[in-house]
């Protein structure tokens, strides 16, 4: 499986960004998609996760209210909408795929990142 992450950027704090994900390589749809991300100088830490038909949603409860997660099965990608970002949202973040969900998320695959950096 292989993940592919855009979207990622500079933006002044207060901005929307949105990163997209598509995964490819595999026959099945999976039943959980999510973020990731590794600030600097920081342990990777989860931001979100979806189920396979977005009945469920999960998010950190340092981005809860400001980050939307979405997917769309028929394209096989997921997606991130950061609205209020934030200085300390500044980090490289992960497409991850599959896996479960139990307290955290616990994916299968890994995409390669994509920055994204909050001025103030």
């Known amino acids: 499986v292989q993940l592919q992450a855009s979207g990622g950027g500079l933006v002044q704090a207060g901005s929307s960004l949105t990163l997209s994900c598509t995964a490819s390589?595999?026959?099945?749809?999976?039943?959980?998609m999510g973020w990731f991300r590794q600030a600097p100088g920081k342990e990777r830490e989860f931001v979100s996760c979806?189920?396979?038909?977005?009945?469920?949603?999960y998010y950190a409860d340092s981005v809860k209210g400001r980050f939307t997660i979405s997917r769309d099965n028929a394209k096989d990608m997921v997606f991130l909408q950061m609205n209020s970002l934030k200085p300390e949202d500044t980090a490289v973040y992960y497409c991850?795929?599959?896996?479960?969900?139990?307290?955290?998320?616990?994916?299968?695959?890994w995409g390669k990142g994509t920055l994204v950096t909050v001025s103030s």
């Open positions: 991850a795929d599959d896996g479960y969900y139990s307290g955290n998320y616990y994916p299968d695959h």
């Open positions: 390589g595999r026959s099945f749809t999976s039943n959980f």
């Open positions: 979806i189920t396979l038909t977005g009945s469920r949603t």
